[in-house]
């Protein structure tokens, strides 16, 4: 159960895209659309932005998506803005029936 | 509205034991699959444990065999059961819903367990 891989920070200036890599395995990422991502602000409980690779659930702004090619899953925002300065993680379904986290990665808005 | 209020964190010795409760509103626990997930200060989430509506449970690798995943269906209510705590236990820990989708839609607010002497 290792967890799958994400840089640790990333950083954009206001208007600006950045983009979130999620490295897994062919047990993980790799064998299912079921790749979702989450953003966690200090101090708050992570809040659901991306289901099922590209999904975004009602409330979530469309400049939030999200892609798969193989064994990564990525996260891309656009229009950067602000208020999304926070940790991002990204989650897959396993073959073993159990859940695993990417390790997190900072975005910090310049 | 759903709602999952943590309850049970507390500071605790290791080898000690603490069962966490997770109340659910708005929706039938039992229905659906429920998760621990957990995550250490300053560290990342970790996923410890789930219940499918079935029934059948899984466990990370770090908590099978000290931790135990249960419901009360007439509660509404999520459990975890943690036994021979370790100090590598310290986390918040949240419940999370999982409306068989393998995505987790909504969390709780956190209960903090802490081990130490």
């Known amino acids: 159960q290792s967890a799958l891989t994400q840089p640790p920070s990333v950083s954009g200036s206001p208007g600006q895209s950045v983009t979130i890599s999620c490295t897994g395995t062919?047990?993980?990422?790799?064998?299912?659309?079921?790749v979702s991502w989450y953003q966690q602000p200090p101090g708050t409980a992570p809040k659901l932005m991306i289901y099922e690779v590209s999904n975004r659930p009602s409330g979530v702004p469309d400049r939030f998506s999200g892609s798969k090619s193989g064994n990564t899953a990525s996260l891309t925002i656009s229009g950067l803005q602000a208020e999304d300065e926070a940790d991002y993680y990204c989650s897959s379904y396993t073959s073993s029936s159990t859940w695993v986290f990417g390790g997190g990665t900072k975005l910090t808005v310049l | 509205e759903v709602q999952l209020v943590e309850s049970g964190g507390g500071l605790v010795q290791p080898g000690g034991s603490l069962r966490l409760s997770c109340a659910a509103s708005?929706?039938?626990?039992?229905?659906?699959?429920m998760s621990w997930v957990r995550q250490a200060p300053g560290k990342g989430l970790e996923w410890v444990s789930v219940i499918y509506s079935g029934g059948s449970t899984y466990y990370a690798d770090s908590v099978k065999g000290r931790f135990t995943i249960s419901r009360d269906n007439s509660k509404n209510t999520l459990y975890l059961q943690m036994n021979s705590l370790r100090a590598e236990d310290t986390a918040v820990y949240y419940c999370a819903r999982d409306l068989r989708k393998y995505y987790f839609d909504y969390w709780g607010q956190g209960t903090l367990v802490t081990v130490s002497s």
């Open positions: 708005g929706f039938t626990v039992s229905s659906n699959y």
């Open positions: 062919s047990s993980d990422v790799g064998s299912y659309n079921r």
